[in-house]
C-alpha cells in the first residue's frame, strides 16, 4: 500500500485532552451529587459529547428528562472550554510536530477525524492548524464513530481513496471506524485496551516514514 494521507483522531493522539474532558465531566457529576472516577472516564474516550453524558448519568444512577440534557452538556462544554483556553504549543504530546514536518516534507497529505466540536480552538491554541489539508471534526458529521463518516469524509476532502489513507487512532470505536472505512489503522496506546489494528505504537516518539509502508 503506497500512503498518501495520514488521518489523525485528536484527543488522545495529538493532545492528551482527557485529562480536561475528566475535570469537567467530574465537576458536573459533583454539582449533580455523585462522584466520578478516572477509571469511569475510560469510557468516555472517542465518545460524543451526548453519548458522554449519558454514560455519566448512568454512573451516578441518575435520570434526566432529555430536554434538560442539552443544558446540562452546555454547562460541562464550558468547563471544558475554559480549560482548553489555557493549553499552548507545550501541550502537543511528544514526537507529533515532527512525524507532521517528516509527513509533509514527503509530500503526504494530513487530516484530522475527531469526534470533537472543539477541535478548532485546540489546533488553533497548539499552533498545528497549518499542518493540515483537510479538518473534519464534530461539527461536519452526523453519524459517531464506529461509524466510518468522519474517515470517509476526511479522505474524499483530500481527494485520496480509502486504500490510500492511514488513521491514527486510541480508541476502540475509532479503530473500528478506521476499519469500516477500509482503511489501515494505527493504534496509539497499549495493547491492554486496544484490538484490530494494524500496528500499535505507544506515541509518536522516534516514530519515521517506515511506520505507514504497508
Ligand atoms: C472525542 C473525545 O475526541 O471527542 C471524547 O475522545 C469527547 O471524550 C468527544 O466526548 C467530543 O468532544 P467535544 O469537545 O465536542 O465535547
Ligand atoms: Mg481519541
Not at 472516577?37 to 460524543?48: F, Y
Amino acid at each position: 500500500m503506497n500512503c498518501k494521507g495520514c488521518i489523525f483522531d485528536l484527543d488522545g493522539v495529538i493532545v492528551d485532552t482527557a485529562k480536561y474532558h475528566y475535570l469537567a465531566w467530574k465537576r458536573l457529576a459533583s454539582e449533580m451529587g455523585f462522584d466520578f472516577t478516572e477509571k469511569d472516564n475510560e469510557r468516555l474516550k472517542g465518545v460524543s459529547r451526548m453519548r458522554s453524558l449519558d454514560i455519566l448519568l448512568e454512573v451516578g444512577g441518575k435520570t434526566v428528562p432529555e430536554d434538560k440534557k442539552e443544558a446540562l452538556a452546555a454547562k460541562k462544554n464550558n468547563w471544558y472550554v475554559e480549560y482548553i483556553s489555557k493549553m499552548d504549543k507545550s501541550e502537543i504530546l511528544p514526537g507529533v510536530e515532527n512525524f507532521f514536518k517528516t509527513l509533509k516534507a514527503n509530500n503526504i497529505k494530513i487530516a484530522l477525524g475527531s469526534a470533537s466540536k472543539n477541535s478548532m480552538l485546540i489546533l488553533n491554541n497548539l499552533g498545528l492548524t497549518d499542518y493540515f489539508d483537510a479538518i473534519i471534526d464534530g461539527n461536519k458529521v452526523s453519524k459517531a464513530k464506529p461509524d466510518p463518516e468522519v474517515f470517509t469524509l476526511a479522505a474524499k476532502e483530500m481527494n485520496l481513496s480509502p486504500s490510500e489513507c492511514v488513521v491514527f487512532e486510541d480508541a476502540q470505536a475509532g479503530i473500528e471506524a478506521a476499519k469500516a472505512g477500509n482503511m489501515k489503522v494505527i493504534a496509539v496506546g497499549s495493547e491492554e485496551n486496544l484490538k484490530d489494528f494494524d500496528k500499535i505504537i505507544p506515541g509518536f516518539e522516534g516514530v519515521g516514514l517506515d511506520l505507514i509502508s504497508f
